[in-house]
């Protein structure tokens, strides 16, 4: 990993990350309401929301993930064990509550759960790398679209998924060439404006990866943010220019790794 050589300092955790971005008056449209895991919490959150998501504070690949609905009599939770995902019901929530602390093995937090838009009747959303130029400023240097395995409670290319550019996406659904490229245009602002808002609270940062989606009203969410070696190795195929380039960048910062 050559993490020994790699100088770009990072965040630990999606809820102080949530915190520092939902301070930002431009940025906190965009934070789905995150919390930290306790009963309390659970509750509060279904009493506003039909559905959320249960993550590690600290995790990537998709990996840990659970996803809990509404469901007429009772709460349906969704949870992905070596890539197999499993459903059960629940009756109350304190019984849910029971059930993950029970099989708690890391902080998590609760996030709001956004409906999210679809492309051949998959979830997707966005990464949007972003990455300091040699020696200089923020640049967005790249967009991958990550469309999630049929009925996957999660995008991740990991966990089955498929990579797609954004005229792809754009091509799937539909869109003229304008309305991609506007929607593009958005993410890379708003990728660099929440590289801005961090790098701020935490000096040191070379790189970030953001997960944008939009849900089904085509309003513009941050699921979360990576600044820990996220990853953009699938763009190798997809994008090469672009890999190249983030290839480039990074070996400025000491990671050779993608």
Excluded at 55 to 69: C, R, V, W
Excluded at 241 to 250: C, G, H, I, W
Aim: proline share 3%; hydrophobic share 35%.
């Amino acid at each position: 990993m050559f993490k020994k050589n790699y100088a770009s300092r990072n965040i630990n955790g999606k809820l102080l990350v949530s915190e520092y971005l939902s301070a930002n008056k431009k940025l906190e449209q965009y934070v789905p309401q995150t919390v930290s895991f306790s009963l309390e919490h659970l509750e509060m959150m279904f009493n506003h929301y039909d559905m959320v998501y249960v993550k590690p504070d600290i995790g990537s690949h998709g990996k840990g993930i659970i996803k809990i609905e509404r469901a007429d009599s009772g709460f349906e939770l969704y949870e992905i064990v070596q890539k197999k995902q499993s459903r059960s019901f629940y009756k109350t929530i304190p019984e849910v509550y029971g059930r993950l602390k029970k099989r708690k093995t890391c902080r998590l937090i609760v996030q709001k759960g956004i409906s999210l838009d679809r492309v051949n009747n998959r979830p997707y959303d966005i990464r949007a790398m972003v990455q300091r130029k040699p020696g200089g400023s923020w640049v967005c240097t790249g967009l991958m679209v990550k469309v999630g395995a049929r009925n996957k409670i999660v995008t991740n290319y990991y966990q089955g998924g498929a990579i797609y550019s954004m005229k792809k996406l754009g091509k799937r659904q539909g869109l003229s060439v304008g309305a991609t490229e506007a929607r593009v245009r958005t993410l890379s602002r708003v990728a660099l404006q929440i590289a801005s808002t961090l790098s701020q609270r935490r000096s040191g940062m070379h790189e970030i990866g953001v997960d944008f989606a939009y849900d089904k009203k085509q309003q513009l969410w941050v699921l979360e943010v990576n600044s820990n070696h996220p990853q953009f190795y699938p763009l190798k195929k997809l994008d090469p220019a672009a890999y190249r380039k983030m290839k480039r960048f990074a070996a400025s910062y000491g990671r050779r790794d993608a």
